[in-house]
C-alpha cells in the first residue's frame, strides 16, 4: 500500500504495496476481448485509496488506455450531473465534444465504448443517489465493451451491486489494510533519515499508511516547525479516520465501543449517556471503521486504539470508570459464550490494559498495538524446525532465559524430542509470509510426557511433586497442564524487537489458559521473577529446592478452579509505575443521584458532612461546595459538562430564580426534554467534580 504525502521532497520512490490491485489492472489492461468489470475499493480513511486510485489510473495512462478522473462528491449527485463530468473530462483530457444536436447519455456511451476505457470515481460515499441508474440504466449499456470502472469509497459498493445479475460475477473487491511491518521498512528506507530514526519508526508505527507519511514528514522538519506538527499529528489523523461519524453521539458510541472486542446495542448501552435506538445502531454500523461480528459490532484495530489513546489522554478519569465498566461486562459474558469469542474477549482485555504491564522489560514489551503479523499464532509444523533449533541456539549464546532445570547440553535434543512426540506442546509465531519469528515449547504434563521430562529436567520432577504424580497415570486427552520449559526469538530479522516477540508469546500463554488450563514456568531468572506475578501467575510451594538454585522460583497461571473474573481483578491491582508495581483503585465516578442530593444540600454544610458519598471520598462541605461553585460558575465550563447543563444547574441550584417548570419555559424546552437535560447534567457535574478532586489530592 501508499502512504499518503503532502511533502513534495519526499524521496522517491515511495509507492509500497498494492501488489495484488495493481496486478489485476495489468492482467486487465493485457488480455485481448475483455469483459467490462467493477473494481471496488475500501478501507478507512488515510489507508491509502487515493493513492491507489492514482497509481491505476497512471498505470492505464501508460498502457495508452483512454482514462477518466472524477470525483464522486460531486459527480454522484444527480444521473445528469454524472454525465456531464464525464464528458467535460472526455473534452478537457481527449478533446471530444459533443456534437449540439446529439444527446448528452448517448455521447457518453458512444465514447466510453469507442475504444478501451478506465474510468476512475474516488470519494464515492454517496453512489448509492444514483446507483439505481447507474445499474438499470448506463452500465447496461456499457457491459458488451472494454469498459473498466474504478471506484473508492469507505465502506464499499452497496449491497446491490454484488446481488445484480448482470455485475456479480464482474465485481472484483478490495479492502485495503494496514501496511505490514516489511512494507514500513519498505518505504522508511526512501525517506533520508537516520538509519536509527528509520528503525524507530518501523517498531512503533501500526502500518497506517498516512500516519506513517505524516510521522516521515514530521521528521523531517526541524526546529518550532516540527514541534508545532507533532502537536497537530493525532488530530490530523483523528479527523481523517472519524469524517464519517458526524454526530457527537456517534462519537460517543464509537468511543465505548473500543473499549470493548465486540459488543451489541444492548452492551453499548450500557455505558452510554445516550443510548443509542435501533435505528442509531443501524447507522453505526454502515461506518467503514465498523465491523458486522458474532459478538455485534466492532472496530478496526487501530481506529480502536486511537480513540481509547485519545479519550484516556482527554478524560482519564472518566477513561478509567468506563474501562473499568467495559471489563466488569466482559467478565460477565465470558462463561456464556463460545470458545472463540472467549478468546477474543481475552486477547482484547490483554490489549485494553497492556498499558499496565511493563512497557520496557527485558523479556517482554507489550507497548506496541496487536498487528496482523501478531494474530497470527499457529501450531508448529516440521518444516519450522530448522527455524526453531536456529533460535534456541542464538538464545543459549546470549545467555538468555530457558528453564535452567533442563540438564546442560541437553536444549536442542529436548526441543528434537518434543517435536517428535509432543508437538502439540510448540506454540510459533510468524509473520505475514508464515516464516517463524518466535517460539514457545513445552510439554503437557500425562502418562507419556512424564518420561521426557524425567529425561530432560529431573530436578523439576522433583520440585513439582504430586502434580508429576498425578500425570503418571493421566491419559493424554485429560492434560490440562502444560510446564513451558524453552522459548526464543529470531534476533536476526529486523521487523521486531526481541522483547516485542516476547510480549507476544506471554499474551499467547494467556489466551491459552483462558480455556481452563493452567501454565507452568519454572525460573531463576531475576527478570522474569519480577514479570511473571504481574501477568497473573502465582508462586507454586516447591516439594523440593535443588541446592544449585536458591532463587527458583515455579510460577502457575491456573484457569482450571479461577474464573476470568479472577484474574482479571488481579491484573488490574497493578499499576506501572517506575519503581515498580503498585496497587491502584480504580477512580470512581458520583452517580446522578448522588450529585443531585449534593446540589440540594449545597448550602447546608450540616447535611453535606453526613452524605456517605463525600466521607468516602474524604471532602469536606465546605470544601465540596466551593468545588461545585467554581464549576458551575467558571467562563468555561469544563468538559464533559457542557454549557447548556451548566447554566442549568446553576440557575435551579444557585441562583434559584426560576421554579424548574419556568426554567424549562426560559430554555424553550419541554418538560421531558428539560428533565433529561437536567439528569445529563447531573452525570456530567459528577465527573468534573471527581476530576478536580483527584487534581486536589
Known amino acids: 500500500m501508499n502512504p499518503k504525502s503532502e511533502n513534495k521532497n519526499l524521496p522517491a520512490p515511495y509507492i509500497v504495496g498494492f501488489a495484488q490491485e495493481l496486478q489485476m489492472l495489468t492482467n486487465w489492461l493485457a488480455s485481448f476481448n475483455v469483459e467490462s468489470q467493477i473494481f471496488s475499493i475500501s478501507g478507512i480513511g488515510g489507508i491509502g485509496k487515493t493513492t491507489l486510485l492514482t497509481e491505476m489510473a497512471a498505470e492505464a495512462r501508460r498502457c495508452s488506455t483512454v482514462t477518466l478522473w472524477l470525483d464522486g462528491q460531486i459527480c454522484l449527485q444527480t444521473p445528469g450531473a454524472f454525465l456531464s ?7 478537457t483530457e481527449y478533446g471530444r465534444t459533443r456534437p449540439a444536436d446529439t444527446p448528452l447519455l448517448a455521447h457518453v456511451v458512444a465514447e466510453l465504448t469507442h475504444q478501451r476505457t478506465v474510468v476512475v470515481i474516488d470519494n464515492c460515499e454517496k453512489i448509492d443517489r444514483i446507483d439505481s441508474w447507474l445499474l438499470s440504466r448506463l452500465l447496461p449499456l456499457l457491459a458488451a465493451s472494454e469498459f473498466l470502472l474504478i471506484v473508492a469509497s469507505r465502506a464499499g459498493l452497496p449491497v446491490q451491486w454484488n446481488t445484480n445479475p448482470l455485475w456479480v460475477n464482474r465485481i472484483h473487491s478490495f479492502s485495503l489494510e494496514l501496511l505490514t511491518r516489511q512494507e514500513v521498512h519498505e518505504y522508511v528506507q526512501s525517506s533520508g533519515l537516520p538509519l536509527q530514526v528509520q528503525k524507530d519508526i518501523v517498531h512503533k508505527i501500526d502500518g497506517h499508511p498516512l500516519l506513517l507519511a505524516l510521522t516521515v514528514d514530521m521528521l523531517r522538519r526541524k526546529g518550532r516547525e516540527r514541534e508545532e506538527y507533532e502537536h497537530q499529528l493525532p488530530r490530523i489523523l483523528s479527523a481523517e479516520i472519524l469524517k464519517e461519524a458526524t454526530s457527537p453521539y456517534m462519537y460517543e458510541a464509537l468511543q465505548m465501543l473500543s473499549l470493548f472486542p465486540a459488543a451489541d446495542q444492548t452492551m453499548l448501552n450500557q455505558l452510554l449517556d445516550h443510548p443509542l435506538s435501533a435505528v442509531d445502531y443501524m447507522a453505526l454500523s454502515t461506518l467503514s471503521c465498523v465491523r458486522p461480528g458474532a459478538g455485534g459490532l466492532f472496530l478496526h484495530q487501530l481506529v480502536s486504539r486511537m480513540l481509547r489513546e485519545d479519550y484516556k489522554t482527554r478524560d482519564p478519569g472518566h477513561y478509567q470508570l468506563m474501562r473499568s465498566r467495559a471489563l466488569e461486562l466482559l467478565a460477565e459474558r465470558y462463561p456464556s459464550v463460545n470458545k472463540l469469542l472467549q478468546m477474543q474477549i481475552a486477547a482484547h482485555t490483554l490489549e485494553l490494559y497492556r498499558e499496565q504491564l511493563p512497557t520496557a522489560h527485558s523479556y517482554a514489551d507489550f507497548s506496541i498495538a496487536r498487528q496482523r503479523e501478531q494474530e497470527q499464532q499457529m501450531v508448529f509444523e516440521s518444516d519450522d524446525l530448522p527455524y526453531l533449533q536456529r533460535f534456541l541456539a542464538a538464545s543459549l549464546s546470549r545467555s538468555d532465559w530457558q528453564s535452567e532445570l533442563i540438564e546442560n547440553g541437553q536444549y536442542s535434543s529436548l526441543l528434537d524430542d518434543i517435536a517428535k512426540h509432543v508437538p502439540e506442546g510448540i506454540r510459533v509465531i510468524r509473520n505475514a509470509d508464515r516464516v517463524p519469528l518466535a517460539f514457545c515449547a513445552g510439554l503437557w ?46 534476533v536476526e530479522q529486523a521487523s521486531y524487537r526481541p522483547e516485542e516477540l516476547g510480549g507476544m508469546l ?22 522474569l521473577n519480577t514479570l511473571l506475578p504481574h501477568l497473573g501467575f502465582e508462586e507454586l510451594t516447591m516439594t523440593a529446592q535443588p541446592n544449585a538454585w536458591d532463587d527458583m522460583h515455579i510460577w502457575e497461571l491456573d484457569f482450571r478452579q479461577a474464573s476470568f473474573e479472577v484474574w482479571v481483578r488481579r491484573i488490574l491491582r497493578q499499576k506501572v509505575q517506575t519503581s515498580g508495581f503498585i496497587a491502584q483503585e480504580v477512580p470512581r465516578v458520583l452517580s446522578w443521584n448522588e450529585v443531585r442530593q449534593m446540589l440540594q444540600h449545597i448550602y447546608d454544610d450540616t447535611l453535606l458532612e453526613e452524605m456517605a458519598t463525600l466521607k468516602a471520598m474524604g471532602c469536606g462541605g465546605v470544601m465540596v461546595r466551593e468545588l461545585v461553585v467554581s464549576i458551575l460558575y467558571a467562563d468555561q465550563p469544563t468538559d464533559p459538562l457542557t454549557a447548556l447543563g451548566q447554566r442549568i444547574l446553576r440557575e435551579s441550584y444557585l441562583h434559584n430564580n426560576y421554579r424548574k417548570t419556568e426554567l424549562a419555559e426560559a430554555l424553550h424546552m419541554s418538560r421531558a426534554t428539560f428533565y433529561r437535560h437536567l439528569r445529563q447534567a447531573y452525570k456530567q457535574l459528577g465527573h468534573v467534580i471527581m476530576q478536580r478532586w483527584m487534581e486536589l489530592k
Open 506 to 527: 506471554f499474551q499467547s500463554w494467556l489466551i491459552d489458559a483462558m480455556n481452563g488450563l493452567r501454565s507452568i514456568i519454572p525460573t531463576a531468572d531475576r527478570q
Open 445 to 490: 504434563l500425562h502418562a507419556k510426557t512424564v518420561s521426557i521430562l524425567e529425561q530432560y529436567a529431573p530436578n523439576e520432577m522433583k520440585m513439582l511433586g504430586e502434580a508429576i504424580h498425578l500425570a503418571r497415570s493421566l491419559p493424554p486427552e485429560a492434560a490440562d497442564t502444560i510446564c513451558i520449559l524453552l522459548a526464543a526469538v529470531d
Open 85 to 91: 463530468h464525464v464528458e467535460m473530462s472526455l473534452e
